[in-house]
């Protein structure tokens, strides 16, 4: 049993190391910034981009042949470039949840946006080698790769969190019950806990020598491979790291096992080196010392300068745990000696010589057995603490997107000031095309950074949504928009993002010549699904099952509807969402948020296109119920406060704030959604049209200041 049990605690600890580094060093959104900047540094890296999408450029423009060097040096300067790091640091971090965790090929390649924002780049800084460079080819693309890779990888980033912390935990209660079980002999077990611990993480640190050894020789000469050895570079380093700092609470848990000596058990490791004969080991044990002497010396001749660092900071490591433990000691034994000395001087008042002698000499005894356990106490504890303090730290790392804290029962959308007001007389944060979310697997020309939940989670509660009829195809996970819908779909793309635009999306998704088979259901796509889908149905469920978990929240749903009121009725009763939605009264009157809650009646839908007429009354006419500004501006002066949609006596007003740049929209966003353009547009818009703005719609709602300026409109910017 006890075998079982080390054998287990050494697997889940090696298994929980190699997680906690992934989580801290690949999940945490600031770190995995620094490391994805330096690998864009790599030379090797920079040279397979450069060539790579200057392959894609020349297909596209096969007479830029001719400058084809000019535009791959132009390319790679700007790829390493330190002009060049804002603009990838800014695109990167709201990416980074969509990482699939498959590849370090997928991110660069989501960054680089396949070429469009190093083209750009190079034409600021590059002009005479890009002069020819066609501006059709500057396409945003926020995901690239499959939908089951990006699905699969997401369920393996949870996991990762969760063996972070429970393998360690794990390996310490199986480690711990190996010296439980070894009655009598619990010294001599903490002894053999510490070599376990000590050999794996020692394990783990020469392994990081031995990958990287082989992938430095075996990774091809491509892009994918300059990407796995730059990548495994990064990644290396907090390995071992971890390893070895395990290694060294393991060194201090085996010296307590054995501290017979005063200082550290030098004396008895000493005594046990010089009266130790080879031939009298076992032959088990020499075979094994013979292996792993081999071994290291094949991995210092191949990798001496990996080996030498390993040496160094093992050294180190040991050095200082010395010297803490003997300085604690020190501490102790003075504590101890004053103790001490305060009983010997009560013993010297006895009268009787001889009992005094023996007195003093059992109390010498029991202070020496006092000062042993004190010692060993002091280094079992800063083991542990070491082990802990790894544990940790390891699973501290992950940056998870923060969720709503319980609904306070008197707050109404996170405020007790908005019970009373009536609905059109409150602003709720809004997204534009909500579905189109970088985190969500397959999505091009994204708008969003997360789904829909994920903003639910961070305080979005107005929705704009589009919903098509939608096919799969012969590719997984890409669905096609029905031959009934795809002409207007293809038109609403292209008068959006441009022709030459949706073309090469629509290349680079291999999804022009793909045919719709199956049944047909409702899918939430911006106009073209093959460029991006979400099945509406289970989304639906998602959002059913956050509201029952927050019951003092009401939101909208304002639906761009391809798709039949019919349908969408299919679709919220389907998702058990019909107890949840607002229908509204004949005096045509809107509730306060108090009264909609206490209803149960707190999901508000719009349809743009159709309404739900008597059959469907809950499925309001969108532009009866809300008038808008204009959506079509392309820099923050084309910004309008004019009626765009629905009649000037609509209750409702929806402020339309995004800029129509397909290049930068991470950016744009973060110019149009700070204070001074988006609280100026907004002040100007409710004097100009004087109505509250109720919907406040952005791109990319993380960027700039959404948040504060709807509270601001609330009248909550001083507080709640």
Request: net charge neutral.
């Amino acid at each position: 049993m006890r075998r079982v049990l080390a054998v287990l605690g050494a697997v889940a600890l090696l298994v929980g190391l190699v997680a906690g580094v992934a989580d801290r060093q690949l999940l945490d959104t600031s770190r995995f910034v620094e490391h994805a900047d330096r690998i864009r540094q790599d030379p090797a890296v920079a040279r397979h981009l450069a060539v790579d999408l200057t392959d894609r450029i020349v297909q596209q423009q096969p007479d830029l042949v001719v400058v084809r060097p000019l535009l791959e040096g132009a390319l790679q300067s700007s790829i390493r470039s330190s002009a060049f790091r804002p603009i990838f640091r800014t695109a990167l971090a709201p990416l980074h949840q969509a990482w699939t965790g498959s590849a370090p090929t997928t991110v660069v390649l989501q960054v680089a946006d396949v070429g469009a924002v190093l083209v750009a780049v190079s034409r600021t800084f590059l002009p005479d080698a890009t002069q020819h460079v066609p501006t059709g080819i500057e396409v945003r693309l926020a995901r690239f790769g499959s939908g089951s890779a990006g699905r699969s990888a997401l369920s393996g980033m949870r996991t990762v969190r969760v063996l972070s912390w429970l393998c360690p935990l794990l390996s310490m209660l199986c480690l711990g019950g190996v010296v439980a079980l070894s009655r009598g002999r619990r010294r001599r077990a903490l002894g053999v806990v510490g070599v376990i611990v000590a050999g794996t993480g020692v394990t783990l640190a020469l392994a990081t020598v031995v990958v990287s050894f082989v992938v430095s020789r075996a990774a091809p000469d491509t892009l994918d491979g300059a990407l796995v050895d730059a990548g495994w570079r990064e990644l290396a380093g907090p390995l071992r790291n971890a390893g070895l700092l395990t290694a060294a609470a393991a060194y201090l848990l085996t010296v307590a096992s054995r501290w017979a000596a005063p200082v550290l058990g030098v004396t008895a490791w000493r005594a046990w080196l010089t009266t130790m004969r080879w031939q009298e080991l076992p032959a088990r044990t020499r075979s094994g010392v013979a292996g792993a002497a081999t071994g290291l010396g094949v991995l210092l001749v191949l990798e001496p300068t990996a080996m030498l660092a390993i040496a160094a900071i093992s050294a180190g490591l040991v050095l200082a745990l010395h010297g803490l433990a003997t300085l604690a000691r020190e501490a102790g034994a003075r504590l101890l000696a004053a103790a001490d000395g305060r009983r010997q001087h009560a013993a010297e008042r006895t009268a009787d010589g001889s009992a005094e002698t023996a007195g003093q000499t059992a109390d010498h005894t029991a202070t020496d057995e006092r000062s042993r356990r004190v010692r060993i106490g002091i280094v079992v504890g800063m083991a542990l603490v070491l082990l802990s303090g790894l544990v940790v730290w390891n699973s501290s790392g992950s940056v998870a997107s923060a969720l709503l804290s319980a609904d306070d029962p008197t707050a109404c959308n996170g405020s007790p000031l908005l019970c009373d007001r009536r609905y059109d007389q409150v602003s709720f944060p809004a997204t534009h095309n909500s579905m189109a979310a970088a985190d969500q697997a397959g999505w091009f020309l994204a708008e969003q950074p997360d789904g829909v939940i994920d903003q639910l989670d961070a305080g979005i509660r107005g929705f704009l949504i589009d919903t098509w009829y939608g096919q799969a195809t012969s590719r997984p996970g890409v669905i096609a928009n029905t031959e009934a819908t795809h002409a207007t779909a293809l038109a609403q793309a292209e008068a959006e993002y441009g022709a030459d635009v949706i073309a090469s999306a629509l290349r680079l998704r291999q999804g022009a010549g793909l045919v719709p088979e199956g049944p047909t259901a409702a899918y939430l796509c911006h106009a073209l699904c093959v460029l991006g889908s979400t099945k509406w149905e289970p989304l639906m469920v998602q959002v059913r099952e956050w509201l029952q978990q927050h019951p003092r929240q009401v939101l909208t749903f304002i639906l761009q509807d391809e798709v039949s009121p019919a349908t969408t009725a299919q679709v919220f009763s389907a998702a058990g969402l019909m107890p949840y939605v607002y229908t509204p009264s004949a005096e045509g009157t809107w509730p306060t948020l108090e009264q909609m809650i206490d209803s149960g009646q707190r999901v508000v839908v719009m349809n743009e296109n159709q309404g739900g007429g008597t059959r469907y009354p809950w499925q309001m006419s969108a532009f009866e119920e809300l008038q808008d500004t204009p959506f079509d501006a392309r820099q923050a002066s084309d910004f309008s406060c004019r009626l765009n949609r629905g009649p000037a006596t609509a209750p409702l007003f929806l402020v339309n704030h995004w800029l129509n740049q397909s290049l930068s929209r991470v950016s744009a966003s973060r110019l149009a959604n700070s204070d001074a353009v988006l609280g100026a547009r907004l002040d100007q818009c409710q004097h100009e049209r004087g109505l509250l703005p109720n919907f406040v719609a952005v791109d990319n709602y993380d960027q700039g200041d959404l948040f504060g300026q709807v509270l601001r409109l609330n009248g909550l910017d001083g507080g709640s």
